[in-house]
């Protein structure tokens, strides 16, 4: 049965929908390298909406020495290191302080239990990969993203994860009376205190190291949605195909470089000679597709939404179609943020779930109705 408004387009995000996030590669080279988790996504976020990485991927700079150098100091700026180790024990603070001694056994009062027992890594800064726990939050000040925004948001997303642990420290020492009696210790309530460590260092990272982590990681086709886009693009009656994808240019010569064929605006990106990161030719699999460094603007920016609505509405008329309008589409990405803002123009949106992209296809084919089979069968059995 076909769906009461199905949608006229199906516009997919490319890296973290069809093929794997950038993130994949953060998260290996977070945990290769010792760095805390979260810091690299944090200070790439921080940077916003002028660092070098936002700079990139508008193509309003290079891909050379210059922009590895700028992208290595945004990683190493000390404030936004001092705003996310603060952020970081703010918020594992508001764990400890809704723990519930009187339920034994409570998920939250054993975590607690357990920060208590002895000080770890993260007291000194360096954040452990052991147990990982999602939290809300507020935030942070002066328009910077707060780790809670980032488990929202992210990933590149998502999500962000934070250890509930916060060491109390306490002791209390009785007065000796008037005859000089010794009176044991005590412990008690006014006596504890949260300690505050000093900031410790910005973690070493090399930039390019970590670009190219990133990148290679994204250089891998999704197991579940590049198939699903395959399916769709050969079906008969489709609905139009576009792409809005944060993408980089990779510099002439480069082995992952790609250059288009044609110079229809329609079909292809406005700059026939411009280079990206979809290393499959984007005509073969969609009708728009707008790239953030080809058209020098970015998601989750209004204009980039604006402008896709334009190219597609000109496609669909110039096929014979009476339009395009921002109901008619179905935005498909894994950036909550990118997603909030695809509902704010009037989309409809699917999120991609790192790690679950196969949700999301069951979720499409439920959009577009009973009769669109974008699993094969097999796959359709492991995932019911």
């Not at 949608?7 to 390298?33: A, H, M, T, W, Y």
């Not at 000080?119 to 800064?125: A, Y």
């Not at 980089?248 to 280079?275: L, M």
């Not at 909550?336 to 999301?360: F, P, S």
Request: net charge neutral; charged share 25%.
């Amino acid at each position: 049965m076909a769906p009461e408004n199905p949608p006229k387009v199906v516009l997919f995000d490319v890296g973290g929908v069809c093929v794997l996030s950038p993130l994949q590669g953060i998260i290996e080279f977070e945990r290769k390298n010792c760095i805390p988790t979260d810091w690299v996504n944090y200070a790439i976020r921080y940077s916003s909406p002028n660092g070098y990485w936002q700079r990139l991927e508008r193509g309003e700079i290079k891909m050379d020495a210059g922009f590895f150098e700028g992208f290595t100091a945004d990683l190493h700026n000390k404030n936004a290191w001092k705003e996310f180790h603060k952020g970081f024990r703010t918020e594992k603070k508001k764990l400890k302080d809704t723990a519930n001694p009187t339920q034994l056994g409570d998920h939250v009062s054993l975590k607690a239990e357990t920060a208590d027992s002895k000080p770890t890594d993260n007291d000194r800064g360096a954040q452990s990969s052991a147990s990982q726990q999602k939290f809300p939050g507020k935030e942070s000040n002066n328009g910077r993203p707060s780790l809670s925004k980032l488990a929202k948001d992210t990933t590149i997303g998502d999500p962000v994860s934070m250890e509930s642990e916060n060491v109390v420290e306490s002791a209390g020492t009785s007065k000796t009376n008037e005859d000089s009696i010794s009176r044991p210790k005590v412990d008690s309530p006014s006596s504890f205190h949260s300690p505050q460590p000093s900031l410790p260092p910005i973690p070493s990272i090399n930039g390019e190291s970590l670009f190219w982590s990133m990148m290679s990681a994204s250089r891998n086709l999704d197991p579940y949605i590049f198939p699903a886009l395959q399916r769709l693009s050969s079906q008969r009656n489709r609905p139009i195909i576009g792409a809005l994808s944060n993408t980089v240019i990779y510099p002439p010569g480069q082995s992952w470089s790609r250059k288009s064929s044609s110079s229809s605006s329609s079909s292809s990106s406005s700059n026939p000679k411009v280079a990206d990161a979809f290393f499959c030719n984007p005509k073969n699999y969609f009708d728009v597709y707008i790239a953030s460094a080809e058209v020098g603007m970015r998601k989750p920016s209004r204009d980039i939404y604006d402008l896709t609505i334009q190219r597609l509405d000109e496609f669909d008329k110039q096929r014979g179609g009476k339009g395009i309008s921002p109901e008619d589409v179905v935005f498909l990405d894994d950036i909550g943020e990118n997603l909030k803002m695809g509902r704010e123009v009037g989309m409809r949106t699917i999120r991609v779930q790192l790690g679950k992209t196969w949700r999301a296809v069951k979720e499409l084919e439920a959009i577009l109705g009973e009769d669109v089979d974008l699993m094969d069968e097999k796959t359709r059995r492991a995932k019911l």
